[in-house]
């Protein structure tokens, strides 16, 4: 998913909300040694949980443009057994996010997320290749995941996602925290609630389970809002596992039938269309027992 051509180029002068630059975030870039080390501490692979990502004023700016997945704008929608989730690419008639991306990708936050992450070779991806703005309403999910770690368009490995949570108001029983499980997937060992503000930091690559997997219980009229942005470098030499596209996979406690088990393979190799979903699970709806 590609954003607006014109945002993955814009990456120097940002001007209105983010005229600051770099001033824009928390006081957070100002101890990057001690933010490193908890990266590369932390269980089950390098994390890192970042409060007070953008200063409050900037913070609040955002939040107030976080368009509903109601608005006039180009959502891409996800609806089936593994993801239910709104995606938005398009920045075209939202400035203030275009010049977050943008400001995202200049060289001087390019060097924060080195010097976090301790990939001296990191660089940015100017397609925005699956950044963008997401949201899950009442019910939303996304299976447990590994990213894809080529690039489609430049072939580059995906080594880290950064991702920023803007959702006010929210309780922990709502659910939607980010689990992080372990190597074998036998257990989770770290969740993230979505609290605004805050921003997960993480490596991706072979063990870097992730994901959202229950249905979220939030009252009608929130949602769980983020946005998310992936920095790459040059293939690994030692890179074997090869990805294109996500890979997903069901809770251990997760009952797992054909019509399913067809849904994970196709997912495998492209997105889930609704013709799928007709085709070869039809009462998928009413058949999640409490899993979607």
Request: glycine share 6%; charged share 25%; hydrophobic share 35%.
């Amino acid at each position: 998913m590609d954003v607006n051509q014109s945002t993955s180029t814009e990456t120097n002068g940002n001007s209105g909300l983010f005229s600051k630059g770099i001033e824009s975030f928390g006081s957070w870039t100002n101890d990057l040694e001690t933010l490193n080390k908890e990266f590369n501490d932390a269980k089950p692979f390098p994390n890192v949980q970042i409060n007070d990502f953008f200063k409050p004023e900037i913070a609040d700016a955002l939040y107030e443009v976080f368009p509903k997945v109601s608005d006039d704008h180009k959502w891409i929608v996800y609806h089936n057994p593994i993801e239910k989730k709104h995606a938005l690419t398009d920045f075209s008639s939202l400035p203030e996010f275009k010049q977050l991306f943008a400001l995202l990708q200049t060289k001087e936050f390019v060097d924060i997320i080195k010097q976090i992450s301790g990939i001296d070779n990191l660089e940015a991806d100017p397609h925005l290749h699956g950044a963008g703005l997401h949201q899950h309403v009442p019910g939303g999910k996304l299976d447990m995941h590994l990213d894809y770690s080529i690039h489609p368009v430049t072939g580059k490995e995906r080594r880290v996602n950064l991702i920023i949570y803007f959702t006010k108001d929210w309780k922990e029983e709502y659910g939607g925290a980010i689990e992080l499980w372990n190597e074998d997937f036998t257990k989770c060992e770290k969740k993230l609630t979505p609290c605004f503000n805050t921003a997960m930091l993480f490596r991706t690559s072979d063990v870097s389970y992730h994901g959202l997997p229950l249905p979220i219980k939030c009252p009608e009229g929130n949602s769980r809002k983020s946005i998310a942005i992936y920095y790459v470098s040059d293939p690994r030499p030692d890179l074997t596992n090869i990805r294109y596209k996500a890979q997903f996979r069901p809770l251990p406690t997760q009952p797992v039938n054909e019509k399913l088990e067809q849904l994970y393979r196709i997912r495998e190799k492209r997105i889930i269309t609704k013709d799928d979903l007709e085709t070869i699970y039809p009462d998928w709806q009413t058949d999640g027992n409490g899993f979607w």
